[in-house]
């Protein structure tokens, strides 16, 4: 019966199996090796969790829970559907969703895991990661340290049977640097020291609060769909910078307003645009009423406080208008 190994992630997690003396990642029911670290209920009562769970974060926000990872040993709670749950409760969940997946793809039962956790997780950080396996139907052999593995891996592919390193963990909600000592097949933490309040979730808060100022819009006063929808956004960003070399802001004012364009947008009406019979929407830019008298558009006009557009020149609208307005260059 094999043992497979689990990288518990507050972002994303993910499980592999050894191999003929090789890591081997184990695909999600959707092809994927990341299943992402988000917990959502749904209007049956049925529990949802990786990417599903993922989309209903902007859909469902008060049924849905990610970074949760944040909290275990602590006695916070999560209220999903009226339903109060542990960090430990949503980690069991990822956890038993990773285990089905190692099933199907391994065609036998799956009881025995290893977990990675941060080096700097105390005692009951590190229960809670044990009592969510169990939770998960997983007897968890061994808690591992994430910089040993680092360590280990690193040694491994570069053949050198021993050596220092510094592991430099940042992710999704923490940040973990350490310097790891490897020799005669032992790995020793030398030091550890980080931030486990400090990950890709508070950048993504601070570009959205950024974003918020700019526009005069208030981040705490949203509702939690449209701080959800946000969010999502900014996630993209530092993406879209490094392969596109897009602008960022310009990215996260296009991409919200193509795809959650009910966020910050009136409902359009559908109307015939009189010239050529084609079909146009009208809309009052209720969150940027000044769009409505400036903004220029391929495909759109301007007639007195109306934008007329077709609706896939949403982010057109907006990426004009903010490009004339503050001198901004996205370069293709």
Known sequence: ???????????????????????????NSLGKNLTPSVVSIDENGEICVGAVAKERLISHPEATAASFKRYMGTNKAFTLSGKDFTPQDLSSFVLRQLKEDAERYLGEEVTEAVISVPAYFNDDQRYATKEAGRLAGIHVERLVNEPSSAALTASRLSGEEEGSYLVFDFGGGTLDVSVVDYFDNVIEIVAVSGDNRLGGDDFDEVIARSFCAHHQMDYDGMDRQKRAALLAVCILIP???????????????????????????SEPERIDKEEDGSIVYALHASAHPELSVTAKVENGYVEGERVYLVKENYGQLLFEYYAAQYGWTAVW
Do not use: W
């Not at 689990?6 to 050894?18: E, H, K, Q, W």
């Not at 003396?21 to 695909?27: S, W």
């Not at 070399?245 to 966020?263: K, Q, S, V």
């Open 1 to 27: 019966m094999a043992i497979i190994g689990i990288d518990l992630g507050t972002t994303n997690s993910l499980a592999c199996v050894c191999q003929d003396g090789k890591a081997v990642l184990i695909p």
């Open 239 to 265: 993406v879209t910078i490094h392969r596109q070399r897009e602008n960022g802001r310009l990215f996260l004012i296009d991409y919200m307003a193509e795809h959650y364009p009910e966020t910050f947008f």
